[in-house]
């Protein structure tokens, strides 16, 4: 039997208000013809589909369709929901989806025999034993009550023994006859970030130790985290990452998908499946002299942050765009060092606002006489309006 790993889609996510949706069409596309030219039996995604819990309708458009070409490779596919998801929004288009292939989605955890674990018997013959458990919240597992009683420690140890409970209770399906296999939307300790991650549950509160993952598996399906990576385990436990950079802590990975082989009794072989479909991320430090010089060996289709080795000025986002391009989101000033602010306030009485306003450029380090000249005109245009009140 093969399977197909793909999780952490975040469709809808911009890069610096700069619209990625192309980017996600193109790598969705990908990861499908992937499924299609390996004739795999089941496709997981390991939740968070959309960026956030409002999406677009151009998000929630690029995702359904994805799913739906999916579930038409003849595959199997099954989608548990992440912390981004609006889980009632996924949940009301489960019965859709699954309507019109075998499409199994799974929103909030449930005990085994009620949606929790699903049986099948796959193309290539075999039975599967697949237990789902999409991200919970620590509000959904911790009662009230204790979060407000316990100390942070106490309700963090408790979050991670229900888990594991939880975890213990859906693995109790699994039958030495069949493929058994775990999907989760979770943080295990000792994975390592990929740097575009919501942090606020990355914390300890929201993790769970590899011990918590049953041994019986033949394979353990994780979202959340962006960096592709195998965590130690007793059975074959992988994070298969994001498709897409997400942002500029990412640029140094290479994206996949995981495809595995997979028969009863034997852990899960794994092969990653580069993804090429998305913009590389890339950092480009330097003066404007050598940003030019640079910029000269970059792709079209390329996201940049630059890091200007410059004195501030006015218009130098604007000028480094015109250095190295459009596709420039984010600007930095590294240069021109900022001196130490004058604290008196005895050596400033007495001085006109332009004089005044001068030191200031002075201590942020800018030296660019157009920014005092806009001042100036300001300081005009309001004397001015005044005199003419």
């Not at 309708?57 to 490779?73: D, F, G, N, P, R």
């Not at 996924?90 to 499409?103: I, M, T, W, Y």
């Not at 049986?119 to 919240?137: C, I, K, N, Q, Y």
Request: charged letters at 25%.
């Amino acid at each position: 039997m093969k399977l197909l790993h793909t999780s952490d889609w975040h469709v809808g996510k911009t890069i610096r208000g700069h619209s990625r949706a192309d980017e996600h069409r193109a790598v969705l596309t990908e990861i499908v013809g992937v499924a299609a030219e390996n004739d795999v039996d089941l496709i997981i995604v390991a939740g968070d589909l959309f960026e956030t819990a409002a999406p677009t309708a151009e998000a929630e458009q690029i995702v359904y369709k994805a799913l739906l070409e999916l579930s038409q490779t003849g595959a199997t596919l099954a989608v548990i929901s992440g912390n981004h998801d609006n889980a009632r929004r996924l949940e009301a288009v489960a019965p859709v989806l699954e309507a019109v292939g075998d499409v199994h989605v799974l929103t909030q955890a449930k005990r085994p025999d009620d949606g929790g674990v699903r049986r099948f018997t796959a193309r290539s013959g075999e039975d599967v034993v697949l237990a789902m458990l999409p991200f919970v919240s620590k509000r959904g597992i911790v009662r009230a009550a204790e979060l407000w009683d316990n100390q942070a420690f106490e309700s963090s140890q408790l979050y991670t023994e229900r888990v594991t409970q939880m975890l213990g209770l859906l693995a109790s399906e699994f039958d030495t006859d069949a493929i058994n296999l775990l999907t989760a939307h979770t943080f295990v300790h000792g994975g390592k970030m990929g740097g575009g991650e919501r942090q606020a549950h990355f914390i300890e509160d929201y993790a769970i130790s590899s011990p918590s993952l049953p041994i019986t598996a033949n394979y353990i399906a994780l979202g959340h985290v962006h960096r592709p990576q195998k965590i130690s385990a007793g059975s074959p436990t992988h994070y298969c990452g994001s498709p897409l950079q997400m942002d500029f802590g990412e640029a140094d990975q290479q994206k996949q998908v995981n495809l595995v082989d997979l028969n009863p009794g034997a852990p899960g072989a794994v092969t990653p499946v580069k993804l090429t479909s998305g913009w590389p991320l890339r950092t480009l430090t330097g003066t404007f002299d050598e940003l030019e010089a640079t910029a000269k060996e970059l792709p079209d289709e390329v996201w940049v942050r630059v890091n200007v080795n410059e004195p501030r000025q006015a218009g130098i986002a604007d000028r480094v765009r015109d250095i190295v391009g459009s596709q420039v989101v984010d600007v930095q000033v590294i240069g021109g060092a900022v001196r130490p602010k004058r604290a008196a306030i005895s050596r400033r009485i007495g001085k006109a606002p332009t004089e005044l306003f001068a030191e200031f450029l002075a201590e942020q380090g800018t030296e660019d006489p157009r920014v005092g000249a806009a001042f100036q005109a300001l300081l005009d245009d309001e004397h001015d309006e005044m005199a003419g009140r």
